[in-house]
């Protein structure tokens, strides 16, 4: 079973950039397409990004599309580069890994991380 730890998580400004970071617990992850979701109170999961098991195709939604980036290493990390950040970005983060083809829906998914806070001031 694979298990994800996120980090990279904070309290920045507006127009500040961050970069998250996942790691997965073992190498077979290279399978899974990993996506990054967005978690606000009260709400769910919203999707923000997701990259084939390639590296090849990546996927956004369009309030990050041109500010955030989705990569990953050949190693266990998957990463979102997150610039000119915006209120609007805050919640909770979660990484997650999973085999699925709606890669743009959290059903695709089923492995999560337990999440990093980032949080936008205005």
């Known amino acids: 079973q694979v298990q994800l730890r996120e980090s990279g998580g904070g309290l920045v400004q507006a127009g500040d950039s961050l970069t998250l970071s996942c790691v997965a617990s073992?190498?077979?992850?290279?399978?899974?397409?990993m996506a990054w979701f967005r978690q606000v109170p009260g709400k769910e999961r919203a999707f923000a990004a997701t990259?084939?098991?390639?590296?090849?195709?990546t996927s956004y939604t369009d309030s990050v599309e041109g500010r955030f980036t989705i990569s990953r290493d050949r190693g266990n990390t998957t990463y979102l580069q997150m610039n000119s950040l915006k209120a609007e970005d805050t919640g909770v983060y979660y990484c997650?890994?999973?085999?699925?083809?709606?890669?743009?829906?959290?059903?695709?998914?089923?492995?999560w991380g337990q999440g990093t806070q980032v949080t936008v001031s205005s």
């Open positions: 990259i084939d098991w390639s590296g090849a195709y």
């Open positions: 073992e190498r077979t992850f290279s399978r899974y397409n």
């Open positions: 997650a890994a999973g085999r699925g083809s709606a890669r743009l829906h959290a059903s695709a998914y089923d492995f």
